[in-house]
């Protein structure tokens, strides 16, 4: 039975699920959790309260109170207009909430992930070394700017909430798909063959990548939805947030890998010289077909 482009899709997500079940898997959320929470709780109280001063400093100075109230009340969410500063203060935090995590859990969590998927599945396959650390933690790293930079940029969407989930879950869709996707193939495949992955599989990793958005966005939601209610469980909401942000991470890279290395897998095996066969024949004495 011939094999659809998207079995594979399918195959990967379910062996993520397996896997994220794995304890070994459960145990790589602590290293890059702890390490969020640990930067944020510094950032959060020493920087949270300037940050809400300097937006409200921007408001009245530039009399946006004015404005987005009257937006806000034309979308029928005038009742957010007591709450505007401090939602602008968490929005401005979110992305760079969302960046640190992966960031963290591309360098603690990533490497054991390959060596989980591949000791499992692909034992076989070798292994070129063509990647680098510090090439990986570089795309990590100008992946999450350009990703902060326009999640800041597109900040006026959210006068229209789904707009703003929409550009949300598409600037998540492509933040993990440039930055896993590299991550999964890092080791084992060489940078032709990652070019030949990412070009053949244009379609069914940007699929991923969208899926993996919309789980992505939901941590954010709770936490702005929880924080707005009641400031005084912000802290636990932001480190609650971080730790589903992480675990949400270590599932996209448990997919993203197992789909990685089956078009790895699949790419090789199709690559297999056509002049083998003859080579055989020759050895053997058997003149080759003309």
């Not at 869709?173 to 060489?190: I, Q």
């Amino acid at each position: 039975m011939t094999k659809t482009p998207w079995r594979p899709v399918a195959t990967a997500y379910r062996r993520a699920l397996v896997s994220q079940a794995n304890p070994k898997m459960l145990l790589l959320t602590v290293i890059p959790f702890v390490l969020s929470v640990l930067l944020w709780a510094v950032l959060l109280a020493f920087g949270f309260q300037p940050l809400l001063d300097y937006v409200q400093t921007l408001f009245q100075d530039h009399d946006w109170f004015k404005t987005t109230s009257g937006m806000l009340g034309t979308f029928g969410m005038g009742a957010l207009k007591t709450v505007i500063v401090p939602l602008i203060a968490m929005l401005l935090l979110l992305p760079l909430m969302i960046a640190t995590s992966l960031i963290f859990m591309g360098v603690a969590a990533m490497p054991p992930i390959t060596r989980h998927v591949a000791a499992r599945h692909f034992s076989t396959l070798e292994a070129r070394n063509e990647g680098s650390f510090m090439a990986g933690l570089a795309i990590n790293i100008s992946t999450s700017l350009l990703f902060v930079v326009v999640w800041i940029a597109t900040l006026p969407l959210y006068i229209v909430p789904p707009l703003a989930v929409l550009v949300q879950v598409v600037l998540w869709g492509a933040l993990t798909t440039r930055v896993m996707v590299y991550d999964a193939l890092e080791d084992y495949a060489s940078a032709d063959e990652m070019k030949a992955i990412r070009r053949r599989h244009r379609a069914q990793l940007t699929f991923i990548g969208i899926v993996s958005g919309f789980i992505g966005a939901l941590p954010g939601i709770v936490w702005l939805g929880g924080a707005l209610m009641s400031f005084v469980l912000f802290p636990f909401l932001a480190a609650i947030s971080i730790w589903l942000y992480v675990l949400i991470f270590v599932f996209t890279a448990l997919w993203f890998q197992y789909y990685c290395m089956q078009a790895l897998a699949d790419l090789r095996a199709s690559q297999t010289p056509p002049l083998a066969g003859v080579a055989v024949q020759v050895e053997a004495g058997t003149p080759p077909p003309a």
